[in-house]
């Protein structure tokens, strides 16, 4: 190759080296917010394939389509009533500001849809501002206890989080505010590292015994989720479904995260894509399909994001930073915070350090103030009635009177990858590339 | 034990039937006047008494399987026989007795009350603790105490290694030795206040102990932070 004095080595590249200086600097790992910024196969490698001679659409802007979705009826005798198949991903307050949490629960609930508590115990106001409400039950069990227990929904058994599969969440010592550790019986300020494994039970047998537990406790009326970090998918979601879960939560390697090791970020966990494909594979081969209900979250954008994964085979989504980014976060607003991070509003991803210029995550009052709680609301509101709005969009133009009724004949795929991944036909195909019970047999699905 | 109070055979109901009726039972409770039942033949039976959270005594005659009075507060329990994982696991508050030994996790993430396990207990007793007193007449299991952020683990016996490991404000006593101390765990010596508690705690207890017997472990709280040196870069882009 001719020398070029001025061409950085396409192995020793500058954000190789950077990242070296950086970690010789500081002696630990790297700690960054948001999701892994690795280019991956996604839904937008899918494209929907609407009605023509073979199939009838429903009129786009009139004819009803059906969005509303009940959450939890396996076993549990107070199944979740939603408006829409989008809700609203665990966040802790801790990760986000009060503000932040009581937006989210207000445009939620305007939308008829739910939010989760999150890590770090149910606020009061969680309960106030959220219609309906998911409780989760972490490794930590910060501020876990049997009255909110009572006062939730449903609760969120987590196994692990699409950012970080197999490692606890973390919350460094500025986010922890008197208010955040009284609420985690934590000392003020302290870095916390929260266990991955749960204090009480370890294994798929445990499990079942615990998710009993909880049914007792709660005399059978509330659903049971159970929520995976996407890493072996079919065999931890049959698992689930076997502990007796009524939903399973799947959260794919684009999921976010408030902090966390970059190394976590960038190398653990498979992409929400390929989870969704085995996470229904694995449903289907239990002949669970329907009655165990799954929930895809991690990186979901829009609403045509949302009826992917619903054809796919996703009963519902969650999303997590796409509601953070309609309350604000990366607006282009108070830019001087931006750049005294060393970042700019559209690519921060610095929720770690507490110093959130838009007041989304951050426990500095001042800060705090910057998120107006009404307008944020109104915002996610709006957010989700949109995504809402696609997602129907995309169902009529494939005939379907429900958002559910989207299947992968309406899907074909655009890249190799993920023509692959899925076993979706590649665009311009009628059969997968590669055949399913082939590609089962191969264990690529 | 319980003879002439209202009993319930865990033999002939599913664990809903025996739930159900407990919680009528702790439903009846009126203020200043605790309703006391018995369960029968519990035989190891997982989840007896779990989500209770109004006053009841609950007497259960036998062994019991995981997590028998978890998710509870303000109940009492004494039960005459072992226990399976996650004894007493979340406790708010009131009093839970066994009279035998517990599997591993007793007293998982407990905010309140007391716990007595007139036995040994496996690993990982206490973990996670947010509160309350668990009272261990004999030995513990590996990695007892395990992130224990506040409340206090009484040991009568000994303990397996790594006690203590990541504790946060949370107080071990310790009559025996342990195999070894965890992660950021140390010996401290006993203060006047720590006199005080143990003593008070026998008593409500009704165990034999002397508080002279014990000492303590504690956080050396060196794992608080990542680096106190570095606490302004944690501010900084990263
Ligand atoms: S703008 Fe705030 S919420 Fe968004 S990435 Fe930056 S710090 Fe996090």
């Given amino acids: 190759m001719p020398i070029d004095d001025r061409q950085p080595s396409r192995i020793w590249d500058e954000s190789s080296i950077h990242d070296i200086q950086e970690k010789a600097r500081l002696g630990r790992y790297r700690i960054r917010a948001f999701s892994t910024s690795r280019a991956l196969p996604t839904l937008e490698d899918l494209t929907f394939i609407p009605s023509g001679l073979t199939r009838v659409p429903l009129e786009g802007y009139r004819e009803t389509c059906s969005t509303e979705i009940t959450l939890g009826g396996r076993f549990a005798g107070k199944p979740l009533k939603l408006k829409t198949p989008i809700t609203i991903a665990g966040m802790s307050y801790g990760a986000l500001s009060r503000n932040a949490k009581e937006a989210l629960g207000l445009g939620a609930s305007a939308a008829g849809t739910s939010t989760c508590t999150g890590d770090g115990g149910m606020h009061p106001t969680d309960r106030e501002y959220s219609q309906t409400l998911v409780y989760q039950c972490l490794p930590s069990r910060y501020g876990f206890n049997p009255h909110d227990v009572m006062r939730a929904d449903a609760i969120e058994i987590v196994v692990g989080q699409g950012a970080k599969p197999g490692t606890g969440g973390l919350l460094l010592g500025q986010k922890v505010s008197p208010e955040i550790a009284g609420m985690r019986d934590l000392p003020d300020g302290v870095d916390q590292r929260s266990p991955c494994r749960h204090p009480d039970w370890m294994g798929p047998e445990d499990l079942a015994i615990k998710i009993e537990e909880l049914r007792e406790a709660t005399d059978w009326q509330k659903p049971i989720y159970v929520k995976l970090g996407a890493a072996r998918v079919y065999e931890d979601v049959k698992l689930a479904a076997k502990a007796g879960a009524d939903c399973v939560v799947v959260d794919g390697m684009e999921g976010g995260t408030a902090a966390s090791p970059d190394v976590l970020l960038d190398h653990t966990g498979i992409p929400t894509l390929a989870a969704i494909c085995e996470a229904a594979r694995a449903l289907e081969d239990m002949g669970l399909t329907g009655e165990v209900q799954l929930i895809a979250c991690g990186g979901i954008k829009s609403g045509v994001d949302a009826a992917k994964a619903l054809a796919l085979g996703a009963d519902a989504v969650a999303i997590g930073t796409a509601a953070i980014i309609a309350l604000n976060c990366n607006a282009p607003l108070w830019l001087e915070d931006y750049e005294a991070m060393g970042t700019r509003a559209g690519a921060c991803h610095h929720c770690h350090t507490g110093r959130c210029p838009v007041g989304v995550a951050t426990q500095d009052p001042e800060l705090v103030k910057r998120l107006n709680v009404q307008e944020a609301a109104e915002r996610v509101e709006n957010f989700l009635h949109a995504m809402t709005l696609e997602m129907q969009i995309m169902a009529r133009a494939c005939g379907k009177s429900h958002v559910g009724n989207l299947d992968r004949d309406d899907l074909r795929a655009l890249t190799l990858e993920s023509a692959l991944v899925t076993g979706i036909p590649l665009a311009g195909m009628r059969q997968p590339l590669v055949p399913q019970h082939v590609a089962s047999l191969m264990g690529a699905l | ?238």
Avoid at chain 2, 12 to 21: D, G, P, V, Y
Avoid at chain 2, 74 to 97: S, T
Avoid at chain 2, 147 to 172: C, F, N, P, R, V
């Fill in chain 2, 1 to 238: 034990m319980g003879a002439g109070l209202t009993s319930f055979d865990c033999n002939t109901h599913t664990t809903r039937e025996i739930n159900s009726w407990l919680r009528q039972h702790s439903d009846a409770s009126v203020l200043g006047e605790t309703l006391s039942v018995v369960l029968l033949n519990p035989d190891s039976r997982h989840n007896l008494g779990v989500g209770l959270v109004k006053p009841l005594k609950i007497l259960i005659e036998g062994p019991v399987g995981y997590y028998c009075a978890g998710l509870c507060d303000g109940i009492e329990v004494e039960i005459a026989g072992g226990a399976g994982w996650g004894l007493a696991e979340n406790l708010m508050g009131g009093k839970v007795v066994l009279h035998g030994s517990a599997g591993s996790a007793a007293g998982a993430t407990m905010r309140g009350g007391l716990v007595v396990i007139h036995g040994d207990a496996g690993a990982r007793c206490g973990v996670a603790m947010k509160g309350g007193t668990l009272l261990v007449t004999g030995d513990v299991g590996v990695m007892s105490s395990f992130m224990m952020q506040k409340g206090a683990l009484i040991i009568g016996g000994d303990a397996d290694h790594a006690l203590g490991d990541s504790l946060y404000e949370g107080k071990i006593y310790l009559r025996g030795e342990a195999a070894s101390l965890g992660a950021d765990a140390r010996i401290a010596e006993l203060n006047a206040n720590d006199v005080a508690f143990l003593s008070g705690t026998f008593l409500q207890a009704g165990v034999d102990f002397s508080p002279d017997d014990f000492k303590k472990v504690e956080s050396a709280r060196r794992l608080y932070n990542f680096d106190t040196k570095e606490k302004e870069i944690w501010k900084q882009a990263l």
